[in-house]
């Protein structure tokens, strides 16, 4: 990709991620943040697939997700121990887990065909809530100098989250007060 291409596209991902970012910590629910995140990221980069993977205990689960799968929607539980380590550390490209031990959550892009494939952590220095998986059936040129920028973003979903599991625990506090 010629340079002024890459750099309009660093900049159109990077002005979308920030522009999400401040929009997340708005909602007053952890699913209306999760879901506004699926439609902007499908919207935004045309991708097939968006999947929001959240840690429950020892397990990983498929919450929200849009796209054409075909296969394994109705996944059960997947223990993080079968899972790779490198998913939950820091943004991972397709590129860098080929030929590596494969995992049930890239089992599942290859059976759907998902050839191009991101993820970004969902953490912060407090949390760890799972990954997002963002995928397209096409190749697409996944640009290295992203990493950081997912990263980030990654912690300001997390922050998002925090905020609105904090909101809701509120709202049934109040609710409870009140009846």
């Not at 991620?17 to 980069?45: C, H, I, M, P």
Request: charged share 30%; aromatic share 8%; glycine share 6%.
């Amino acid at each position: 990709m010629e340079p002024s291409k890459r750099q309009k596209l660093m900049k159109k991902i990077e002005n979308h991620l920030r522009t999400t970012a401040r929009k997340l910590v708005k909602f007053d629910t952890e699913g209306e943040a999760l879901q506004y995140l699926v439609n902007s990221f499908r919207a935004e980069l045309e991708c097939d697939l968006i999947a929001i993977v959240l840690k429950e205990g020892n397990d990983v689960v498929p919450t929200l997700y849009q796209g054409d799968f075909l296969y394994g929607t109705t996944y059960p539980p997947i223990e993080i121990a079968s899972c790779s380590p490198r998913l939950f550390e820091g943004s991972v490209t397709f590129q860098e887990m080929e030929g590596n031990d494969t995992c049930p959550l890239i089992d599942l892009l290859r059976r759907n065909d998902i050839t191009t494939w991101f993820s970004v952590p969902i953490k912060d220095e407090e949390s760890e809530y799972g990954i997002c998986m963002i995928g397209f059936q096409r190749h697409v040129s996944l640009l290295a100098e992203a990493k950081q920028l997912f990263d980030d973003f990654g912690e300001d979903v997390a922050l998002a989250i925090t905020v609105a599991r904090k909101k809701e625990i509120k709202q049934r506090r109040e609710h409870i007060h009140f009846n």
